[in-house]
């Protein structure tokens, strides 16, 4: 018998008599975030079979990263369209600190919540 099997693009090694998949940590580093890993539990616990595939395919890493940037960038991108419509300004932030800082809490909360309910814990898979 062969000692390696490719099969389904996954490399299969003889172990004893059982071949096992020939899986390796993905090099490089990843910057996984707030937004990748609570997204990360979520797929664990609601989509396995997308979780199992990503893993073994080697991208499951960079996925998260992406799904994390993703996120981050939408939640700036809300806090400051919302600002402006609110009108929220440095004019304000220079008269009233205290406001300023409470306006600027809730819309960065609004934003979270959107971006938490349909990006981060949404049941379509991103690829």
Do not use: C
Request: charged share 30%; net charge positive; glycine share 6%.
């Amino acid at each position: 018998m062969k000692e390696k099997i490719i099969e389904n693009g996954i490399e299969y090694v003889k172990n004893g008599d059982y071949y096992i998949p020939n899986l390796k940590a993905p090099e490089g580093t990843y910057n996984i975030g707030k937004y990748g890993s609570l997204h990360s539990i979520f797929i664990k616990e609601n989509r396995p079979a997308f979780y199992s595939m990503k893993m073994i395919n080697g991208t499951w890493l960079a996925y998260l990263e992406e799904i994390d940037t993703s996120a981050k960038k939408m939640v700036n991108k809300l806090v400051k369209d919302m600002a402006v419509k609110q009108g929220i300004t440095e004019e304000l932030k220079a008269k009233d600190q205290m406001a300023w800082v409470g306006a600027m809490n809730n819309i960065r909360h609004s934003a979270e919540e959107f971006v938490l309910r349909d990006f981060v814990y949404s049941m379509e898979v991103r690829r």
